[in-house]
């Protein structure tokens, strides 16, 4: 069954912050975050364990719910280069393969 | 360091006729993924490997789609026949086996995949 993610699309300003959240109905091993450009392959930004990590890549940092089976991602002080739609994808245990979300598009704007 | 390396890059084919798609996983990773991406679908797994053997095919969604993977360093991806309704990006990933520890999957630039 496919995470849920929210919102579906945002739009920011430079430097301003965002949080995209991924759901799902499953008992979750790993939460992956990718990023994906138009007409580019999704780029990997973290993955997050079962147990609550919380996990930083520059300004870009998520953390994981195990009780709620939700992770966050948060982009703070966007930059342009932040725009793109970003994917979360579970893992659940035994089963190595992603089941990836609907997507959040984000475009910063000047 | 090569990435995972995917042929063609663009296909455009007449409906009947037979694709196949190639993939190079990055040297030393023992899994391999095949997903399609389409606007209606998004992002789908269709079949998994693990040293070279298909693990999980419940996302191929006929018998038209097979895989396969006669070495560690390639993949294929053969749709026969084709149909227009299977236009859409198609990518390869692979990863590591992790030792205990989730493990990123790296993608490749896909193949773009139009039936005409």
């Known amino acids: 069954q496919q995470p849920v993610q929210s919102p579906q699309a945002v739009i920011l300003r430079e430097g301003e912050d965002a949080v995209i959240n991924c759901s799902s109905s499953?008992?979750?091993?790993?939460v992956h975050w990718y990023r994906q450009k138009h007409g580019e392959a999704p780029v990997f930004l973290m993955i997050l364990l079962k147990g609550g990590e919380q996990k930083g890549h520059e300004k870009i940092s998520a953390s994981f719910n195990e009780k709620k089976q939700q992770s966050s991602l948060y982009l703070t002080a966007s930059q342009l280069s932040y725009s793109g739609t970003y994917f979360c994808g579970t893992e659940v245990t035994g089963r190595r393969a992603l089941t990836f979300g609907s997507g959040t598009r984000l475009q910063v704007q000047p | 360091d090569a990435g995972v390396i995917q042929s063609p890059r663009h296909e455009v084919t007449e409906m009947g006729q037979e694709v196949t798609l190639r993939c190079k996983p990055i040297s030393g990773h023992d899994y391999l993924f095949w997903y399609r991406q389409t606007m209606m679908r998004g992002l789908e797994l269709l079949i998994y490997?693990?040293?070279?053997?298909?693990?999980?095919d419940s996302g191929m969604p006929e018998d038209r789609f097979s895989a396969k993977m006669p070495n560690a360093s390639f993949s294929t991806l053969k749709i026969q026949p084709s149909e227009p309704r299977d236009s859409a990006v198609y990518f390869c990933a692979s990863s590591l086996t992790g030792g205990g520890f989730a493990q990123p999957q790296h993608f490749g630039d896909g193949t773009r995949l139009s039936i005409l």
């Open positions: 499953k008992a979750l091993y790993s």
């Open positions: 490997f693990n040293n070279n053997v298909p693990i999980d």
